[in-house]
T-cell receptor, first 116, second 112 residues
Framework: DGGITQSPKYLFRKEGQNVTLSCEQNLNHDAMYWYRQDPGQGLRLIYYSQIVNDFQKGDIAEGYSVSREKKESFPLTVTSAQKNPTAFYLC???????????????FGEGSRLTVL | KQEVTQIPAALSVPEGENLVLNCSFTDSAIYNLQWFRQDPGKGLTSLLLIQSSQREQTSGRLNASLDKSSGRSTLYIAASQPGDSATYLCAAHNNAGNMLTFGGGTRLMVKP
């Protein structure tokens, strides 16, 4: 089935460690996004990529890094520079219909990161 | 900068009621507006997408309207069921189509 797969679903990290969250899609979408969700707050954009080998910072990029070497994959690294990394992380891609950008976002099931 | 607000933050209704969730946005120059459903601990499921040139979209018991001039969208749920209990989020896509701004969500509980 087509969709967006995030892994791991749960991740625990010690302070000072970098961790990488995986996001893979087989929808043939060009644009992909990473959002962070905290209790009582809306989703906030970390990074987005509109095409392979290109990505842009969102509203809260500090302490995070991404790469987009393949169309299907958009991994997010949470570095030790991120002061408050405990959160729910969501990956998304933007849909196309018959080659046209529909502007509709589709999300994965999320990864919950807890810093111990 | 676009700001999206959802009111109420939480809503509890008895089964069978028709209900309306509200979403307002400050910048009317949007590409589209999208409604999502989120169950606890899960990702977001797309419910309805309204393009900027459209006034409404319908899917089953759901109907979403868009009034760009007033900066408002509503999600109407007919004959609510306990399975509709979830958090509903709206999000406005900017005119360039590359960034989505989310509201804080409305947490809905439908009681049997």
């Amino acid at each position: 089935d087509g969709g967006i797969t995030q892994s791991p679903k749960y991740l625990f990290r010690k302070e000072g460690q970098n961790v990488t969250l995986s996001c893979e899609q087989n929808l043939n979408h060009d644009a992909m996004y990473w959002y962070r969700q905290d209790p009582g707050q809306g989703l906030r954009l970390i990074y987005y990529s509109q095409i392979v080998n290109d990505f842009q910072k969102g509203d809260i990029a500090e302490g995070y890094s991404v790469s987009r070497e393949k169309k299907e994959s958009f991994p997010l690294t949470v570095t030790s520079a991120q002061k408050n990394p405990t959160a729910f992380y969501l990956c998304a891609s933007r849909g196309r219909n018959r080659g046209q950008d529909t502007g509709e976002l589709f999300f994965g099931e999320g990864s919950r990161l807890t810093v111990l | 900068k676009q700001e999206v607000t959802q009111i109420p933050a939480a809503l509890s209704v008895p089964e069978g009621e028709n209900l309306v969730l509200n979403c307002s946005f400050t910048d009317s120059a949007i590409y589209n507006l999208q409604w999502f459903r989120q169950d606890p601990g899960k990702g977001l499921t797309s419910l309805l997408l309204i393009q900027s040139s459209q006034r409404e979209q319908t899917s089953g018991r759901l109907n979403a309207s868009l009034d760009k001039s007033s900066g408002r969208s509503t999600l109407y749920i007919a004959a609510s069921q306990p399975g509709d209990s979830a958090t509903y989020l709206c999000a406005a896509h900017n005119n360039a189509g590359n960034m989505l701004t989310f509201g804080g969500g409305t947490r809905l509980m439908v009681k049997p």
